[in-house]
């Protein structure tokens, strides 16, 4: 069966990621450190009001990620870049948008664990208490990290391979996920806050929608961009 | 790809396209000159409005240029091709122009009106996050070396920055909204529909010189990279 075939690809380049990120260590603790610094910065910006500190909590949590998150896109690609792994990769038989979800799924995984330690350390600091509607967070949490995980890893995939790639990837990133980023805050700090309006269904909507429409979008491109 | 060494016949600059940009530039100080004197001072923003010749038109040419770099960039990824490459980045170098005119207009005439230069409405946060998009455009054109490369990357990022942007509207519109409506011929006074009209044309006119002209450049220097190209391999 085909698709079972891509899907075995897709697993196999997650995994061969995920262990080298496993065995290394010192990249994803760096950007955990990183985002951990962010978190306090956040903290002497806005604080040390208890009531601002929760109130910009989702959205300093959002802004955490998004930063380290950067750091970890950039990362996913240049390590192929070594010893030309890129290459071998192509050589492989299966489609090109196989390798792009496998390097999709790492990032999640990483990006994932990356948002609970960050959302931990944020809970803590900036004093936020667990909503009773947490099921719904969660979810709000998934899809944005699949939003922001999407055009992460494909913008990534271009601009480590580019000269000045710590500055282009935040220039395309950060205009692109302006939708993910407000459906994101805005649904977060809604269901913090209880949801009196009953305005996170709409942003929940959004992002699901955005997620979707990206998801497609930078599989079929991918193959274009990869080649060059 | 080793033809256009001999430069694109058609992107040769050329005399009817010089006449093409004075009557441009003549066409705008017409349109300006009428739309500024036939229109009467608005009843609550008195000669203000006369802002909306010059803010409303390069509103419009900045979408239009948007929309010009995002039907390239689809035909670059599915046929490819140099000259629809290059017409991109020059529609999308114009288009980044107008956007931060349409900005800067937009503030001048926020700030007597609303009292401020700037709010986060959807259509001013709209618009500039669409010039951010131009911006990482330009930057990724600017940082990738390899013609094909960029050719096909811009092209990539040029697609997702066109889905994106009614996206980015909408959800700025939900996050908060105060702007007017649009300014467009059918909700305004008579009065001033002509002037706005005819600067439409003449922002449009100016548009397709500037793409133009920036298209000859940017076909003139690829083609002196490709004999410089043909030279290193030892050719003529």
Not at chain 1, 40 to 50: H, M, R, S
Not at chain 1, 122 to 129: A, D, H, R, S
Not at chain 2, 203 to 219: H, K, N, P, Q, S
Request: a positive charge.
């Amino acid at each position: 069966m085909a698709w079972q075939d891509d899907w075995r690809r897709v697993r196999a380049i997650a995994w061969k990621d995920l262990t080298t990120e496993r065995r290394s260590k010192a990249g994803f603790s760096g950007v955990v450190a990183f985002g951990v610094s962010v978190l306090v910065l956040f903290g002497f910006a806005l604080g040390p009001e208890a009531a601002a500190l929760r109130d910009a909590a989702s959205g300093v949590i959002w802004l955490t990620v998004l930063f380290a998150g950067v750091l970890a896109f950039n990362r996913s690609f240049q390590v192929e870049l070594e010893s030309g792994a890129i290459e071998t990769l192509l050589l492989y038989p299966g489609p090109r948008w196989a390798i792009f979800s496998g390097k999709l799924l790492a990032n999640l995984v990483f990006v994932g664990v990356l948002l609970s330690i960050v959302i931990g350390v944020g809970i803590v600091l900036f004093q936020v208490g667990i909503p009773e509607a947490w099921p719904a967070l969660l979810g709000v949490l998934a899809l944005g990290t699949v939003g922001l995980v999407s055009l992460g890893t494909f913008y990534g995939a271009m601009a480590s391979r580019s000269r000045a790639r710590e500055v282009l990837l935040p220039l395309l990133l950060f205009p692109m996920l302006v939708p993910v980023l407000l459906a994101a805050i805005q649904a977060s700090r809604a269901l913090l806050g209880g949801d009196v309006m009953t305005e996170a269904g709409a942003w929940i909507r959004l992002l699901l929608a955005f997620d979707v429409i990206f998801l497609v979008a930078t599989h079929l491109a991918f193959g274009a961009i990869i080649e060059g | 790809m080793h033809s256009i060494a001999h430069a694109d016949p058609i992107a040769t600059p050329s005399a009817r396209w010089a006449w093409f940009g004075i009557f441009a530039l003549l066409f705008l100080v017409f349109a300006q000159v009428t739309a500024v004197m036939i229109s009467v001072p608005d009843r609550d923003m008195g000669h203000l409005q006369k802002i909306m010749y010059v803010h409303v038109p390069a509103a419009w040419t900045t979408f239009l240029a948007f929309f010009v770099v995002a039907i390239c960039s689809l035909r670059v990824l599915f046929r490819g091709g140099e000259r629809d490459d290059l017409l991109a980045a020059s529609a999308a170098e114009v288009g980044a122009v107008f956007n931060a005119l349409t900005l800067a207009l937009g503030m001048m005439w926020g700030r007597p009106t609303w009292g401020v230069w700037w709010t986060w409405d959807a259509r001013l946060t709209s618009t500039l996050v669409l010039l951010l998009i131009f911006i990482g455009y330009l930057s990724l054109r600017a940082f990738v070396d390899d013609p094909e490369r960029r050719a096909t990357w811009s092209a990539a990022v040029g697609v997702l920055g066109a889905i994106n942007v009614p996206i980015v509207y909408m959800s700025v519109r939900w996050w908060r909204t105060l702007h007017q409506v649009q300014s467009a011929p059918s909700t305004l006074d008579p009065a001033y529909t002509l002037g706005l009209r005819l600067n439409a044309f003449a922002f449009l006119f100016v548009l397709i010189f500037l793409i133009r002209r920036r298209y000859e450049a940017a076909a003139l220097l690829r083609a002196a990279e490709h004999a410089d190209d043909a030279r290193a391999l030892g050719g003529r």
